[in-house]
């Protein structure tokens, strides 16, 4: 197996050097340094309570996390495999201290650090990651499947396992309790980046981690190794809180907790924020320059600081139109591409966002991913008039009122603010002829429709799980996954991801999927409209914080007044 040992780093404490991310042969992680922790120690707590906002999470526990609102929470209670540094741009260890690959790129084995506990004092282990893998996978788990097995569908045995027929998944072995072996079904040398995810964090064998009463105690105050810790349970609508982890294996937080505030919406939130009642907060679309100027921009859009607390950085992550591709108007690529080429994406951007907090998206893959490549989704442009040729050349033309008898029903939320964006790309359809009617419902039903296909179009987003191109590819567009919503299906496309995930050399697998891409983007099964930039505010209390570009902050390095 192709191994190589770096030098020591922390989840708080990362260092140069080492391992390149695109080196798959020399795949391997650097070894936490433990740390005493609590009152005391080096970067200790200041007894400062960090003030958080978030939405109701859909989950906390690892078992379904797949929102960034749940995704903040259980990344400060859970440590994953790995974790990616955005200063070094090097997927590090954090759970496990360094890794193996085989030659054929299909057979992982991890050596976890030794010494880590759980919340409840009990070993980490090799077989708490295979419990808790094979309890994403297990279809009886919880009050339904998980949204978000499917990142662990390449390891063997996980069909058999979801659909019943098997009880564990049969590539997961533990040789011993510091040993983690993950066979795959196929090679996929991106594998180690997916073990970075929050939800592939260890879960105590011997918590009440079951379906059933137990199960739902742990979903409310779930387990985990972190660097925080549950303080109660977690409020539905309300609240969850957090204690720092003093038995830590890595470094101690700086801070002694945090207090997530759920509030109900970005301008209430920012009420509270202004009121003095919160440390953290969204800001709302509309006062993102008045933010700007009252607390001061970030230099590097990710790291606050006194005088400099408005974060407005890259996110990985695109704002889009998702099209039902077995809906029969919507079937038609030519009318995809008019719709396409109607929006105006950069007055947008101006309008909504006061050219702050987006930039207009010309891919669904956004720029700070490798593989990025401007303008490769060639409809993802403002052009009515040549939007306009497409649908006289495809048979919609237009009467003497310019009506070209296409009525489509578009699918939005109205917080925040998308009510504006999408009532401008309505008038931008309307100046090329096409009538939109809106279905505006609450945001949990519109999802639902959306999985069970009762939608024409309608308006999504997408954030990184994990800062690799093939996240934005494989989930969305390859065929029967849960958050391709939009249904699309091409036997071309996937054969294609299949390949490109397989190949070993870095620059080849950047290269295929850079191909795919083409092909998905002249299918243009989805319409990107802007990519996002972080627009939260911190208060005078924050004297440090980074939020990285997949909207995560590590709370334990934050710096706050008491």
Known sequence: MAQQKIGGVTRRNFVKGGLAASALAALAACKNDAA?????????????????????????????????????????????????????????????????????????????????????????TAADFKYAWERICNPKTGNQPSQISYHLSLVDGYDAMLDGSATELSGLSCPDDNTFVVKLSAPYADFPFVCSHPALSPVPSSAPTEAG????????????????????????????????????????????????????????????????????????????????????????????????????????????ILINMEDEQMADVNLRHALSLAINREAICETCFMGIGATPADNIVPPGLDGYEEGAWPYAKYDPEQAAQ???????????????????????????????????????????????????QEWATILDNYTAGNFQFGRLGWIA?????????????????????????????????????????????????????????????????????????GSERVNALNMNMLKLVDMAEVELEA
């Open 36 to 124: 005493t922790g609590g009152e005391g120690s080096e970067g200790g707590a200041t007894g400062a309570i960090l003030n958080y906002y978030i939405n109701n999470p859909v989950s906390i526990d690892p078992y379904n996390a797949q929102e960034d609102q749940g995704m903040q929470v259980c990344y400060q209670l859970f440590d994953s495999l790995t974790i990616y540094d955005f200063d070094t741009d090097e997927l590090m260890g954090l759970a496990a201290e360094s890794w193996d690959v085989n030659d054929a790129g299909d057979e992982f084995t991890f050596h976890l650090v030794e010494g880590a506990t759980f919340h409840n004092g009990d070993p980490v």
């Open 465 to 537: 799980d994990y800062p690799i191109m093939d996240n934005f590819i494989y989930p969305l567009f390859y065929t029967g996954n849960g958050d391709n919503r939009g249904k699309y299906s091409n036997a071309e496309v996937d054969a294609a991801i299949d390949a490109a995930r397989a190949t070993l050399d870095n620059t080849a697998r950047t290269e295929a999927l850079k191909a795919v891409n083409r092909v998905i983007a002249e299918d243009c099964p989805d319409i990107p409209i802007f990519f996002y930039t972080h627009t939260m505010v």
């Open 390 to 440: 497409i649908l006289d050349e495809a048979g919609y033309t237009a009467d003497a009122d310019g009506n070209r008898g296409i009525t489509l029903t578009l699918s939005y939320n109205l917080d925040g603010s998308h009510k504006q964006i999408m009532e401008m790309v309505i008038a931008d359809f309307n100046a090329i002829g096409i009538q939109v009617e809106s279905d505006t």
């Open 213 to 320: 009463d137990d199960f739902d105690a742990f979903f409310r105050a779930p387990i985990g190794n972190g660097a925080f810790k549950m303080d109660g349970s977690w409020v539905d609508g309300q609240e969850i809180n957090l204690v720092r982890n003093d038995d830590y294996y890595g470094e101690a937080a700086k801070i002694d907790g945090v207090h997530f505030s759920i509030q109900k919406d970005v301008e209430t939130a920012y009420r509270e924020f202004q009121a003095g009642n919160l440390d953290v907060c969204q800001i709302p679309t509309a006062q993102l320059q008045d933010a700007i100027d009252q607390y001061g921009e970030s230099e590097d859009g990710y790291n606050m600081a006194p005088e400099q607390h408005v974060l407005d950085g890259a996110e990985l992550s695109t704002y889009y």
